[in-house]
């Protein structure tokens, strides 16, 4: 009895501190991560207002999958097999490994101008083209459905991401109502992603934190739907900055340095710039990296 009551106030006054620390100070706190053996500091998000709950801004279907399906042996032929056509990554799988759910693979093969999404495993992401289920087979009875599309997604256990087996589809043109693919063909689609090079000041593709104020560049930032790489250089280069990012399309982000440990696939910067279809801005949680100095004189 006299030792709960000495307790007791001490409990208190931790679980108030901490309610307080978490409500004012979790966006200001500057965490460390170890990647490659080594630390990296993860940056501070300029506005805080651009934060929805804990993460960055992710997609979600409007409408429901075509169904459940599974892969037809006596076909000899795997005809979701659409990112391995490009030479990308088959299945895809987001870096972190904890992302997927439907939003992110829809996007993922709407980019590439593919009309089937697939997710399986609860992690993994194929794409196909309109021939993309003829090997595969719809499954119609309940408790099969159940049996064989039973995975969690990994990155939103609100959704069913396939199973070991089973394929969950989603129509990707059509299936996340505020997206719109890009409006030039795959050939010329490629070859922008194949000379992103040439540009002397892009410095790659880059993973970006899907957490809340951990944002790669974290010196100020802009959404239009006019963005170009242009346009983001001319932003951060009259900002004085040194680099500038681009990020799923119209996000543009601008600070003075930059890690890069955490360098992705060309493939992850996959959208299409809304104020120029014709030029890669970034991808979801993957970001554009060009240096903007002395933009002015370019
Ligand atoms: C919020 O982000 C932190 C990492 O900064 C993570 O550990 C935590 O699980 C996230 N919380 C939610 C509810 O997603
Ligand atoms: C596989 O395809 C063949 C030929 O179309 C069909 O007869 C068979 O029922 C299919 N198998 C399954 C499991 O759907
Ligand atoms: C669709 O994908 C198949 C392979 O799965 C390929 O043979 C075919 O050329 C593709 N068609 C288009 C229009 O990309
Ligand atoms: C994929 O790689 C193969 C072999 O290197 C090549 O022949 C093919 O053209 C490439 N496809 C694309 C779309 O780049
Ligand atoms: C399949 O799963 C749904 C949702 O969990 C459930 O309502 C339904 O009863 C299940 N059907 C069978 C046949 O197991
Ligand atoms: C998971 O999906 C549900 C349903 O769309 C959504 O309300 C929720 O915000 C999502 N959670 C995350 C972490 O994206
Ligand atoms: C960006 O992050 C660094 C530390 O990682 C910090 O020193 C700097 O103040 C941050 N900038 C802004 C504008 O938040
Ligand atoms: C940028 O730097 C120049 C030269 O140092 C300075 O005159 C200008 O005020 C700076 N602009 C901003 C927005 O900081
Ligand atoms: C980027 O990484 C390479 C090694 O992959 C290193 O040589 C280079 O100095 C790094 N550049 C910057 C700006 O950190
Ligand atoms: C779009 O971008 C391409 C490649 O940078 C450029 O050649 C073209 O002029 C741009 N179009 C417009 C309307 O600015
Ligand atoms: C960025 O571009 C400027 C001007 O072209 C150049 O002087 C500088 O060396 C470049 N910095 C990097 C890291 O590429």
Known sequence: MQKQLTISPI??????????LLKHISCE?????????????????????????NL?????????????????????????DGLSNLNFSDPYKDQDGNLMDPGLCI????????????????????????????????????????KTCNLKCVGNSSYICGGKD?????????????????????????????????NVRYKGCYKDSPYCN?????????EVSSMTIESCLTYCWQKNYTYMG???????????????????????????CEGNNSEICGGPLAISIYNASNYEEA
């Open 246 to 272: 681009l990020e799923i399309g119209s996000q543009c982000f601008c600070d003075n340095d930059y890690d890069n440990l955490t360098r992705l696939s060309v493939e992850e910067c996959s959208f299409s």
């Open 214 to 222: 951990q944002r790669f560049l974290n010196g100020t930032s802009e």
């Open 11 to 20: 409990f208190f006054i931790i679980a108030a501190l901490s309610v307080w």
């Open 56 to 80: 960055t801004r992710r997609n979600h279907p409007s409408a429901d999958p075509l169904g459940c399906y599974i892969l037809n042996s006596s076909f000899h032929i795997d005809t979701l």
């Open 29 to 53: 706190i500057t965490t460390t991560t170890k990647s490659n053996g080594i630390i990296l500091n993860k940056r501070l998000l300029h506005d805080p207002g651009e934060c929805v709950g």
């Open 107 to 146: 996007i993922h093969c709407a980019d590439y101008l593919f009309k089937f999404a697939a997710l399986t495993n609860g992690n993994k992401c194929r794409c196909g083209n309109n021939t993309g289920l003829d090997a595969y087979t719809k499954l119609t009875d309940e408790s099969s459905i159940n």
């Open 166 to 198: 089973g394929y969950t589809v989603y129509d990707a043109l059509t299936s996340i109502s505020s997206y719109s693919a890009p409006t030039i063909d795959i050939n010329k689609k490629l070859e922008i992603i194949h000379n992103l090079n040439k």
